[in-house]
């Protein structure tokens, strides 16, 4: 059956996935640039894209026993995200679309961690709470939009997580670490209160904001503070903000459906509160698999699929990379 490929390249992910027509998801190749110290390097980061590109695009088609006559269309992430990686992207589905002679379609990164979050769960019409390295967003479709009802006034709260980590000795991606640490003083004794460790509180009406918290948590640690202990305090309150606004925003858009999805929905506790506020509201919370939260190739692939059941091709001259482009830029006219 005829497949459409998918290409990720926004941040520190490149990764390559495939859909069939009819929206069988198949596992991506994806790699990650993780910088040797400090944060994620533009520049750096394409030139690994560029690198490692070759190799993963031909492991996915090996590993599916596939060539490029199985392939009827290349999507590829347009944007938000950093210019010189979006670039080696759009670059090789361009290069790609010419020489296989397949049409082409440059998607809107951020709508396609709902659509894959969609397909994964079969929720329907969720209210989404997008929680990324870059991004941290609560999102619902209304006339033809997602329509971002909420988000940070900062810094992402997966970029927060891996600073603080960072600045703790942890590499990149420190969320996976913190969520570690954050369960050994749970284990440890059960009966700390966030009175303990208490930190900022992220909500800010309908937004969040966490620099402020992040920098408090640094505090803590410099304190005296076990570095676990402050862990699981972090997360309790960024997380529990993130939560109170998915609720409202619920209540607000009449939505009784919770979809979570960005790397951030890989936390356990995340999953736990999200599914704890849903039954108490008599919603039902959904959280694709690991491989679906973080950016994967796969994802582009299933946002490329529905554009194209309702709209045309993306022309090779609109398809620049656009690297602030905004979750309610783009029409949603599929189902
Ligand atoms: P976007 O471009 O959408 O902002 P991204 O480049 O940040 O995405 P993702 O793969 O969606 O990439 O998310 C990566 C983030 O997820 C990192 O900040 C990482 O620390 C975080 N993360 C991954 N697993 C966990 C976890 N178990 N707990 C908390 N955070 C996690
Ligand atoms: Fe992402």
Same mark, same amino acid.
């Given at each position: 059956m005829a497949m459409i490929l998918g290409?990720? =390249?926004?941040?520190?992910?490149?990764? &390559?996935?495939?859909?069939?027509?009819?929206?069988?998801?198949?596992?991506?190749?994806?790699?990650?640039?993780?910088?040797?110290?400090?944060? !994620?390097?533009?520049?750096?980061?394409a030139d690994h894209h560029s690198m490692i590109a070759g190799h993963l695009l031909q492991d996915l088609m090996d590993n599916n026993s596939l060539d490029s006559t199985d392939i009827s269309a290349i999507a590829f992430s347009q944007g938000p995200g950093l210019g010189p990686c979006l670039r080696v992207g759009a670059s090789i589905a361009r290069g790609l679309s010419? =020489?296989?002679?397949?049409?082409?379609?440059?998607?809107?990164?951020?709508?396609?961690?709902?659509?894959?979050?969609?397909?994964?769960?079969?929720?329907?019409?969720?209210?989404?709470?997008?929680v990324s390295g870059g991004n941290t967003q609560i999102i619902a479709r209304k006339s033809g939009r997602y329509r971002v009802l909420g988000e940070t006034l900062d810094i992402g709260i997966g970029n927060m997580l891996d600073k603080f980590a960072r600045n703790h000795g942890m590499a990149f991606p420190g969320g996976p670490k913190i969520e570690a640490l954050a369960s050994d003083w749970l284990a440890s004794d059960s009966t700390h209160t966030?009175? #303990? !460790?208490?930190l900022p509180y992220a909500v800010q009406g309908m937004d969040l904001s966490f620099s402020g918290i992040m920098t408090a948590a640094n505090q803590k640690v410099a304190d005296g503070q076990p570095l676990e202990a402050v862990c699981w305090s972090l997360q309790e309150h960024a &997380?529990?903000? *993130?939560? #109170?606004?998915?609720? /409202?925003? +619920?209540?607000?858009?009449?939505?009784?459906e919770l979809l979570l999805g960005g790397g951030v929905a *890989?936390?356990? /506790?995340?999953?736990? +509160?999200?599914? !704890? +506020?849903?039954? #108490?509201r008599g919603a039902t919370a959904y959280c694709p698999p690991k491989p679906f939260c973080v950016d994967n190739g796969t994802m582009i692939a299933?946002?490329?699929? /529905? +554009?194209?059941?309702?709209? #045309?091709?993306?022309?090779?001259?609109? =398809?620049?990379v656009s690297p602030g482009l905004r979750t309610d830029q783009t029409i949603v006219s599929w189902d």
């Open positions: 290409i990720e =390249s926004t941040a520190h992910t490149l990764s &390559f996935g495939l859909v069939n027509e009819d929206g069988n998801a198949l596992p991506s190749s994806s790699d990650l640039y993780t910088p040797e110290e400090g944060g !994620i390097h533009p520049r750096e980061a010419h =020489s296989w002679d397949v049409p082409l379609v440059g998607v809107n990164h951020c709508v396609a961690h709902i659509e894959i979050g969609r397909n994964q769960t079969n929720c329907n019409d969720p209210v989404l709470l997008y966030m009175d #303990e !460790i208490s &997380f529990a903000a *993130c939560i #109170e606004v998915a609720e /409202r925003a +619920m209540a607000h858009a009449g939505k009784n *890989c936390n356990a /506790r995340i999953n736990e +509160m999200a599914m !704890i +506020m849903c039954e #108490e299933e946002l490329g699929r /529905r +554009m194209l059941s309702v709209s #045309e091709a993306t022309n090779l001259s609109d =398809s620049a």
